[in-house]
């Protein structure tokens, strides 16, 4: 059992001082690798393991064709300027090919899990020789897949998988401890830029996560668009997370006086603190009419937006 370290109890100079220790104890003399996404979680890993290991920890960034619009170049570019080599790695047709036909969330995530930890991260271990991986989960993202909420991507160990006999490698998880609030904390006091830190979560399988039903090259596209609408309209709003989904279904809408069938984009926004718990964000009707015409007119083929107000639970911050 995992003990957890709340926000209000974490030093985080001791607990940073303590994971560069494991990390570096656990690969010794050897090399590492990260997956950097541009994550809260993930860009905490990634300056915790430069920490440990300097130019013996491999940092990529793996573009799956499911991030955000831009999002490989500009995570790149701050952490090169953080003096931290990114090689960003295309894996778009691995992922997409993987994805195809899919339409169950759980057949989607466990896709995305096998085509990310067994090919495209085994290749590039076997190529480096890299007996570790580091890794950004959170006990967040255990507690969830332990109580059966949902599978997260990157969790193992606690349903008695062994990474080192799957994969071929060992895996380090030095923020297991911490919920995302502790993470800012330690990230802050690593030296990340706000625009890293205090950034709203990004669930590990990125917009497949986002798309309900599968997540094709086109479907993708559309709820990209619309994640970048909704994400640079409630970006000063101070909620916890926010987001677009692309539900499955056509929906019945008008143009031109014309009936048409398209499409319907859902927006949630939350107010948490750990993400165990949420509630929708009261939004002024203006700003929710506002992403409304913006999304219908730039957005091809939708024809509806909604707006998310359940809390979690029942609900889940993502959709998938």
Same mark, same amino acid.
């Given at each position: !059992?995992?003990?957890?370290?709340?926000?209000?109890?974490?030093?985080?100079?001791?607990?940073?001082?303590?994971?560069?220790?494991?990390?570096?104890?656990?690969?010794?003399?050897?090399?590492?690798?990260?997956?950097?996404?541009?994550?809260?979680?993930?860009?905490?890993?990634? !300056?915790?393991? #430069?920490? /440990?290991?300097?130019?013996? @920890?491999?940092?990529?960034?793996?573009?799956?064709?499911?991030?955000?619009?831009?999002?490989?170049?500009?995570?790149?570019? %701050?952490?090169?300027?953080?003096?931290?080599?990114?090689? %960003? %790695?295309?894996?778009? +047709?691995?992922?997409?090919?993987? @994805?195809?036909?899919?339409?169950?969330?759980?057949?989607?995530?466990?896709?995305?899990?096998?085509?990310?930890?067994?090919?495209?991260?085994?290749?590039? &271990?076997?190529?480096?020789?890299?007996?570790?991986?580091?890794?950004?989960?959170?006990?967040?993202?255990?507690?969830?897949? &332990?109580?059966?909420?949902?599978?997260? #991507?990157?969790?193992?160990?606690?349903?008695?998988?062994?990474?080192?006999?799957?994969?071929?490698?060992?895996?380090? +998880?030095?923020?297991?401890?911490?919920?995302?609030?502790?993470?800012?904390?330690?990230?802050?006091?690593?030296?990340?830029?706000?625009?890293?830190? /205090?950034?709203?979560?990004?669930?590990?399988?990125?917009?497949?996560?986002?798309?309900?039903?599968? /997540?094709?090259?086109?479907?993708?596209?559309? %709820?990209?668009?619309?994640?970048?609408? &909704?994400?640079?309209? @409630? /970006?000063?709003?101070?909620?916890?997370?926010?987001?677009?989904?692309? #539900? +499955?279904?056509?929906?019945?809408? !008008?143009?031109?006086?014309?009936?048409?069938?398209?499409?319907?984009?859902?927006?949630?926004?939350?107010?948490?603190?750990?993400?165990?718990?949420?509630?929708?964000?009261?939004?002024?009707?203006?700003?929710?009419?506002?992403?409304?015409?913006?999304?219908?007119?730039?957005?091809?083929?939708?024809?509806? &937006?909604?707006?998310?107000?359940?809390?979690?639970?029942?609900?889940?911050? +993502?959709?998938?």
């Amino acid at each position: !059992m995992t003990t957890e370290i709340t926000a209000g109890q974490l030093d985080p100079d001791r607990f940073i001082d303590e994971q560069v220790a494991r990390i570096r104890s656990a690969v010794e003399d050897g090399t590492a690798i990260n997956a950097l996404s541009g994550g809260v979680d993930s860009s905490v890993v990634t !300056m915790l393991g #430069h920490r /440990a290991l300097g130019r013996r @920890l491999r940092t990529v960034f793996i573009d799956n064709g499911l991030m955000r619009e831009g999002e490989p170049e500009q995570v790149a570019g %701050v952490f090169e300027g953080l003096g931290i080599a990114v090689q %960003v %790695v295309d894996a778009r +047709e691995e992922f997409l090919s993987a @994805l195809a036909g899919l339409t169950d969330p759980e057949q989607k995530r466990e896709a995305i899990t096998q085509t990310f930890y067994g090919r495209v991260f085994g290749r590039l &271990v076997r190529e480096g020789g890299s007996k570790f991986l580091l890794q950004g989960t959170i006990l967040t993202d255990i507690d969830e897949t &332990v109580a059966g909420i949902k599978r997260q #991507h990157n969790v193992f160990a606690q349903l008695g998988i062994d990474p080192q006999e799957a994969f071929g490698y060992r895996i380090l +998880e030095p923020l297991v401890q911490l919920r995302k609030d502790g993470v800012r904390i330690v990230g802050r006091a690593l030296g990340l830029p706000p625009s890293m830190f /205090a950034r709203i979560p990004f669930p590990g399988p990125a917009l497949a996560a986002r798309v309900i039903g599968e /997540a094709t090259a086109d479907r993708l596209a559309t %709820v990209r668009r619309a994640t970048a609408i &909704v994400e640079q309209a @409630l /970006a000063g709003t101070g909620a916890f997370q926010f987001m677009a989904i692309l #539900h +499955e279904d056509r929906v019945t809408g !008008m143009r031109d006086g014309r009936r048409d069938f398209g499409q319907q984009v859902e927006i949630r926004c939350w107010d948490s603190i750990d993400a165990r718990t949420a509630s929708p964000t009261r939004l002024a009707f203006e700003v929710l009419e506002s992403m409304a015409a913006e999304i219908l007119r730039d957005v091809p083929g939708v024809v509806s &937006v909604t707006y998310n107000i359940a809390t979690k639970p029942p609900s889940t911050i +993502e959709a998938v």
